[in-house]
């Protein structure tokens, strides 16, 4: 038996006011080597200045991840040379990073898994390279723009478990509202280590640097477990080393091996003082996480009755599980609000491509339309009618409702007024009503319905008229 085992460090850019030690802007600038500011070019004699809304930030991802935070914030240099980082060293954290020993529960396979977290720090990203036949150019824009890297222990089997603790690491760093996490716009990016072993022992570490996507992540993995699998097959010994994948072939190649391993020479980066991290400072941030994707998940099974499928749907975006417990905070049923959130809302935030907070609907226009489907004031079919409306225009459902004439007329006498019309108008038919024949009283319901346009409560108009034409029964 082969035993899989995975370990992942992922990088992820976080949003601030500025880059996390230079005042040059953090965000997507389309001309190369403009959000740039000394620091970020590596000019000797600059001093970097801590920027303290990336580490508040940085402190909230690792108690999100229930990570020990440390007693002060420092860094530390890692020294290599590369043209990405002009300086010669990263500043990052390694003697007390921003949380260790954490964890995340991840959901597989309908089980909840413990994904153990090493470590998260914090750090500066590299300046970006694109690389041409004959040469390379520097685009220092993302220098210097802050990352959070966290490290897991070796505790992941398999890609579905790798690729899930992913997806829900992504969402926790977007339900803490500290970055978009978008692979695809590289604010993402993962180091892959995967070992094979057949015995009880772990198999040496291959590490597949910067992965840029989940999905390339997944093909990693495939491809190591098949490569390293076959050479123990063939009674072979995996090196450990470091690889790359190539992203037209899925396949991966040989960076470096061990006996290359970088010494980075860490030591404490002297140009920037230590932040005291304390206690109030700690419980200002943890007031500010919010509850995470699969506690939300779980809730709505157990405390509203969702199905599984329902409460993925409103847990994939914040937004609308946030709108969606704001109706049921007003006292909306959980089952009808979910309806109309997952069903019509998102329906039509899908269809126009657009987010929640782009339309002008708010939870209580929602428990006011439910309120007056359960009373009886419009039918089902008549309140998909005031949500388009309510939806394109934010009005109010009962102002939406009065505009367009549609209440249900509930009033008795007022129902009654008009069967006693409908009545007199057909004296003839009313003459040979004979209750056996159901066909008879349809007419006058239909009649009824002419007069009202539907609007006469069906139920009621049927009992009036049933009681009306007995008397015309000899
Ligand atoms: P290094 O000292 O080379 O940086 P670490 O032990 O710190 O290695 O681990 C780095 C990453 O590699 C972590 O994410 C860890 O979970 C993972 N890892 C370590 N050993 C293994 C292994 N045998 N198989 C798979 N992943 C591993
Ligand atoms: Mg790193």
């Not at 579905?160 to 760093?173: K, N, V």
């Not at 929602?366 to 005031?386: F, H, P, R």
């Not at 249900?408 to 003839?428: C, G, P, R, W």
Request: proline residues 4%; glycine residues 4%.
């Amino acid at each position: 038996m082969y035993k899989v085992t995975i370990g992942l460090e992922v990088h992820c850019e976080l949003e601030s006011n500025s880059k996390v030690f230079s005042p040059a802007v953090n965000g997507y600038n389309e001309n190369p080597n403009a959000n740039v500011a000394y620091q970020d070019l590596g000019f000797p004699g600059i001093l970097p200045v801590a920027n303290e809304e990336a580490i508040k930030r940085a402190l909230k991802v690792s108690m999100a991840l229930n990570c020990k935070t440390p007693d002060e914030i420092i860094f530390d240099r890692k020294n290599y040379y590369y043209p990405d980082l002009p300086k010669g060293y990263q500043i990052t954290q390694m003697t007390k990073p921003v949380g260790i020993n954490g964890y995340l529960n991840i959901e597989v396979d309908g089980k909840i898994k413990k994904v153990d977290i090493h470590d998260i720090h914090l750090e500066e990203d590299t300046a970006s390279l694109d690389h041409y036949d004959t040469y390379s150019l520097i685009d220092y824009n993302r220098s210097g723009i802050p990352l959070i890297e966290t490290v897991t222990e070796p505790c992941m089997h398999s890609k579905e478990e790798a690729l899930t603790f992913l997806e829900t690491l992504r969402s926790l760093i977007v339900y803490c509202g500290v970055s978009q996490a978008r692979s695809d716009k590289g604010q993402m990016r993962c180091d892959v280590n995967v070992s094979v072993s057949d015995t009880n022992e772990l198999g040496s570490k291959v590490e597949i640097k910067n992965v840029n996507s989940f999905y390339n992540v997944g093909r990693a993995i495939d491809f190591e477990i098949e490569r390293q699998t076959k050479i123990l097959q063939n009674g072979g010994v995996v090196e450990q080393e470091t690889r790359r994948l190539d992203d037209e072939t899925g396949e991966t190649f040989h960076m470096r091996s061990k006996v290359d391993a970088v010494d980075y020479k860490y030591f404490i980066e002297p140009n920037i003082s230590p932040t005291p991290v304390t206690y109030e400072m700690l419980d200002e941030i943890r007031k500010t996480i919010p509850m995470l994707q699969l506690e939300r998940k779980q809730m709505y099974k157990s405390k509203y009755d969702l199905c599984e499928y329902d409460s993925d749907v409103l847990v994939k975006v914040k937004e609308n599980s946030d709108f969606f417990n704001e109706c049921v905070e007003l006292g909306a049923d959980p089952k009808k609000a979910c309806n109309w959130v997952t069903g019509m809302l998102m329906g039509y935030l899908n269809t126009n491509e657009i987010t929640i907070d782009k339309v002008p609907i708010k939870p209580v226009m929602i428990k006011e339309l439910i309120d007056l489907i359960d009373n009886k004031t419009i039918s089902s079919k008549q309140a998909k009618e005031v949500f388009e409306d309510m939806v394109n225009t934010g009005k109010e459902p009962k102002d939406i409702v009065k505009e367009k004439g549609m209440m249900q007329i509930t009033d008795d006498s007022a129902i009654h007024d008009v069967v006693m019309e409908v009545l007199k108008e057909n004296e003839e038919q009313a003459k040979e009503y004979n209750p056996e024949k159901t066909r008879m009283i349809d007419f006058f319901v239909g009649q009824v319905m002419k007069k009202t346009r539907g609007k006469a409560n069906p139920a009621k108009t049927m009992q009036m008229l049933k009681e009306e034409l007995a008397k015309y029964v000899k």
